[in-house]
């Protein structure tokens, strides 16, 4: 029923069922604004996306869009769901993807902690209806972004059952994404609906395809990283003995190669999780230090893969102990001095990401026992490691020094790393002076150093020289010295 107030010239285009056009947009969009009401948005809804939308030119779907926002603000979505919910319904059942994009990013996802329960029960069709659009390609993030939430209710679990059964990969993704999205923000519930979903994904690695295997194993390596539920669950679905068998045959077959570094990179995320797995999958760690041991025979992706999983693999205290003491064929003094030499050769982009990935592996420690492992691990680095770190610090780098830095600040937590650098030749100096560091980040963190080792009253730091790092606190960050000579010529 329309609304009493609407005037006759709002009438007169309601009736008019010639074309969309950019002035029949604005002129309905001002009318409605001049006399904003819940009833008038609806009756608008209905006329604008009572028409075949598909109809309407790309070139005015800006203005259109601009319109829906207008009408969609207008309805508060609990009165939309408790009085209009057949005219959501209509509109997410008959609109193009754009459409169904725009409701769920602007309409539904800002409001879906007001509306879930609601959702899940009285208005399940919608729920129900928005699974079904998943396929869509430009709405199919945002419609995941809010369908995760309803991944054990039975009704969207059969509709994405029905979707997966679909030829069209990319499609079937679409569902998967919803999947890992799940995985990622509720790993604890492990329910049903969420194990059918999983075991989809699971399907996907053992395929022929190595693009849908890549793709499944990459968001079950991405759920795998900080998820102990997840790690529990793919091990109790037999999945972590499939990848691990994988990796014995992939390492041998040249089309399994992009395969076999997101391989390591599971164990690698499973190993923070579950240290234990270091050694119940010993194959594992052999095939990462076989890749340290023979770095220079590596690509740069593989090279960057190698260290980068190392430190990974090494970073809690339980896996410390068992990296540190482990008993395969490679071992851990001789990978950390591949580990240095790596660090101090090819491109500079690449030598970052050694420094960076070295910086993770000792930035993580809890305990003394964790402090003397590392104090090992750092001496078998090799005896010029801190002259090639005091050596980065000038370079006229500045993504080198940053990491530099980064990796000197972590450093600086141990008393053994204090005493090292406090008795390389220059190390006091270099933190002195005000002309090597350019960057305001370097600068800044240059700083922070000095304070730490300040507070740390360090014995290994002589007092003139704590005198200096005193002095550099006390004249602040960007302080810039004197200089009397250039003072007179300026004169």
Not at 73 to 88: F, G, K
Not at 188 to 206: H, R
Not at 269 to 285: G, N, Q, R
Request: glycine share 4%.
């Amino acid at each position: 029923m329309r609304d009493p107030n609407y005037s006759s010239e709002e009438m007169e285009i309601e009736n008019d069922t010639g074309d969309w056009t950019v002035e029949k947009l604005n002129k309905v969009k001002d009318q409605f604004l001049a006399q904003r009401s819940v009833s008038k948005a609806i009756s608008l809804l209905e006329e604008l996306l009572g028409t075949k939308v598909d109809d309407i030119d790309d070139e005015i779907w800006t203005d259109v869009h601009d319109l829906l926002i207008v009408i969609f603000d207008t309805i508060p979505i609990q009165i939309m769901l408790e009085s209009h919910q057949i005219v959501l319904l209509s509109v997410i059942n008959h609109s193009p993807d754009k459409v169904i994009d725009l409701i769920a990013y602007h309409y539904i996802e800002p409001n879906i902690s007001k509306i879930t329960e609601v959702i899940k029960t009285s208005a399940l069709a919608i729920t129900v209806a928005l699974a079904r659009r998943i396929p869509g390609e430009p709405c199919y993030e945002s419609l995941a972004r809010i369908l995760w939430r309803f991944i054990e209710v039975k009704e969207v679990v059969k509709e994405f059952e029905e979707q997966l059964k679909n030829d069209n990969s990319q499609l079937r993704f679409r569902v998967h994404h919803v999947t890992s999205l799940a995985l990622k923000n509720k790993p604890a519930d492990n329910g049903e609906g969420l194990n059918l979903l999983v075991k989809a994904i699971i399907k996907e690695v053992e395929s022929q395809d190595i693009l849908c295997a890549l793709s499944a194993l990459e968001i079950l390596c991405d759920a795998t990283s900080d998820h102990v539920e997840n790690a529990k669950l793919f091990q109790q679905m037999g999945l972590v003995r499939k990848i691990y068998e994988m990796m014995q045959t992939l390492k041998s077959e040249p089309e399994g190669g992009f395969l076999y570094p997101v391989c390591v990179r599971f164990f690698a995320h499973l190993s923070v999780v579950d240290p234990e797995a270091l050694e119940k999958y010993p194959k594992f760690v052999d095939s990462v230090l076989d890749m340290v041991y023979h770095f220079d025979c590596l690509d740069a992706p593989q090279r960057a893969l190698a260290f980068e999983t190392l430190a990974v693999m090494s970073s809690t205290s339980s896996a410390k102990k068992i990296m540190d003491g482990y008993k395969g064929e490679y071992k851990m003094d001789k990978s950390m001095n591949h580990f240095g030499a790596a660090c101090a050769s090819g491109p500079v982009e690449l030598r970052i990401r050694h420094l960076d990935a070295l910086c993770l592996m000792m930035s993580k420690f809890s305990t003394t026992s964790d402090s003397e492992i590392l104090n090992r691990w750092f001496n078998d680095l090799g005896e010029p490691f801190p002259e090639l770190i005091l050596s980065y610090l000038k370079k006229p780098f500045v993504d080198l020094r940053i990491s530099t830095l980064n990796l000197l600040a972590v450093l600086m937590n141990f008393e053994w790393a204090r005493k090292i650098f406090f008795h390389t030749p220059g190390f006091t100096d270099y933190l002195v002076d005000r002309n090597i560091e350019t960057s305001a980040d370097g600068n800044q963190l240059k700083f922070d150093i000095i304070i730490k080792i300040i507070e740390s009253m360090s014995p290994a730091i002589e007092p003139p020289d704590m005198l200096r790092l005193k002095t550099y606190r006390h004249q602040g960050v960007y302080y810039k010295e004197h200089n009397p000579e250039l003072a007179m010529e300026n004169q």
